[in-house]
């Protein structure tokens, strides 16, 4: 499989340029650890709970990237308003992101690196969204 390319302004970037930010540890959260275990990105887990997912936990490293990698924050919550670099890709589907046709970050992950979820993936994926009704309608 190719992986995918995008561009941003001028600079052209595959799926090997992204690092990954992971938010609050949960089934959903632990199912896309499981799925970016397989590439060869950085990953950045401080394994934060729900009410320390903030993105102040990893400002030393989201400053450490170099100006071709993509920072991927995944549900993390930035009151402290860390500056973010422009080219960042921000995966939620919480608060103003919400909604039962929007994607969950499982899937919202799933689309950037053009995978496609397996059954528990999309299991998971339900269940963060539509909880057991979700799950059943599959």
Known sequence: MQPAKQEIGQMKISADNYCFFLGGNDAEMEGIRLLLANLNNKIFDHELSWDTASLSS???????????????????????????????????????????????SLEQIATLLDI???????????????????????
């Not at 299991?123 to 309608?137: F, T, W, Y």
Request: no cysteine.
């Open 58 to 104: 990893y400002k030393k490293d989201l400053e450490s990237i170099s100006d071709e990698e993509i920072p991927v924050l995944i549900e993390l919550t930035n009151p402290d308003n860390i500056p973010i670099p422009q080219r960042t890709i921000i995966v939620d589907h919480h608060g103003d992101r919400a909604g039962t046709t929007a994607k969950t």
């Open 116 to 138: 496609e979820l397996d059954r528990e993936q999309m299991l998971i994926s339900a269940n963060d969204k539509g909880h057991i009704r979700g799950m059943l309608a599959i």
